[in-house]
């Protein structure tokens, strides 16, 4: 028996230790409140690592390269396809975002269906505001997405582990925080913002 008991305690830290290092960031269940320290940096290093493999620089020539998409050809087709909640509209895949509790929508993002790899992002005018790439799967999970203003600047990277997780980060490579579901949480597992367009 004693060495049985000898033998746990012997296992006990290499045990500990190997689930210390089995953290998977594709996990689709939400448990960012319950990870420790450790845990959010270590999860938070891994998808740096995947976005930030070369540095996100200023794009130059970007209204240029996307001259023709500068003006929404199709804008009121558009624009009252994503204000009734129309998610696609012949050839688009199509997002509404509402300012909170008005029914107007700000803004609508296009994605043309033959190439999935961009997200274009319109005002209620019609007028070409930001592009997403898009890297990776999609639309499986994970991919990820880096946005850039018209101007060419870079605005922000998510990293989509779920429909309803997504963890956000600044050009520079600074964490932002974590969506899940309406509710982007920080570091500390605090609600920062919640959003009316999930």
Known sequence: MKKFLLFLFLLMPAAVFANYNDIYIADIQYDWINKSEVEKEAIISEVK????????????????????????????????????????????????????KMKNIYMYALQDKKDV???????????????????????????????????????????FVSKDCQYLFKPDGEFEGVWYKHNLYNKESEIILTRTTY
Do not use: C
Not at 59 to 69: G, S
């Open 49 to 100: 690592d995947i976005i930030f493999e070369t540095p996100i620089e200023k794009q130059k020539d970007f209204k240029e390269q996307f001259k023709d998409k500068l003006k929404d050809k199709n804008h009121l087709d558009n624009y009252y396809a994503a204000s009734a909640g129309y998610k696609e509209l012949g050839d688009y895949n199509l997002s509404a975002f509402y300012y909170k």
């Open 117 to 159: 790899s961009k997200a274009y992002y319109y005002d209620a005018l019609g007028k070409l505001r930001y592009v997403d790439f898009i890297y990776g799967e999609y639309p499986d999970f994970p991919y990820y997405s880096i946005q850039y203003r018209i101007s060419g600047k870079p605005v922000s990277a998510i990293y």
